[in-house]
């Protein structure tokens, strides 16, 4: 069994920071791609940002970038992301989840097998 266990969601307001954190148990086998994606009140889950777990190679949303960044540690199995600037719109549950082949439309979610069950994350104006 593989579990991701997500962290650090919470009520912050507008222009403030928070820093998400998954963390990845369980059976070990080949990780290719970890990443954020998001589910606000009234909309569909949408991509937010994907780090390769070789090389280190980040991609994201164009309505995060820039304000957020993605961020590996291969020996505690973690990801983090790191969020400046929020904004209400940020507002939603936020998930990680996890490729163990490579990924190349790393905004599908279909493409990702094993998801955390997500931490709240509420920007207030």
């Known amino acids: 069994q593989v579990q991701l266990a997500e962290s650090g969601g919470g009520t912050v307001q507008a222009g403030g920071s928070l820093t998400l954190s998954c963390v990845l148990s369980g059976r070990t086998f080949a990780r290719h791609a970890m990443a954020w994606f998001r589910q606000g009140p009234g909309k569909e889950r949408e991509f937010v940002a994907m780090?390769?777990?070789?090389?280190?190679?980040?991609y994201y949303a164009d309505s995060v970038k820039g304000r957020f960044t993605i961020s590996r540690d291969n020996a505690k199995n973690t990801v983090d992301l790191q969020m400046n600037t929020l904004k209400p719109e940020d507002t939603a549950v936020y998930y990680c989840?996890?490729?163990?082949?490579?990924?190349?439309?790393?905004?599908?979610?279909?493409?990702?097998?094993?998801w955390g069950r997500g931490t709240q994350v509420t920007v207030s104006s």
């Open positions: 780090i390769r777990w070789s090389g280190g190679n980040t």
């Open positions: 989840a996890v490729a163990s082949y490579p990924v190349v439309t790393y905004d599908d979610s279909t493409r990702y097998e094993y």
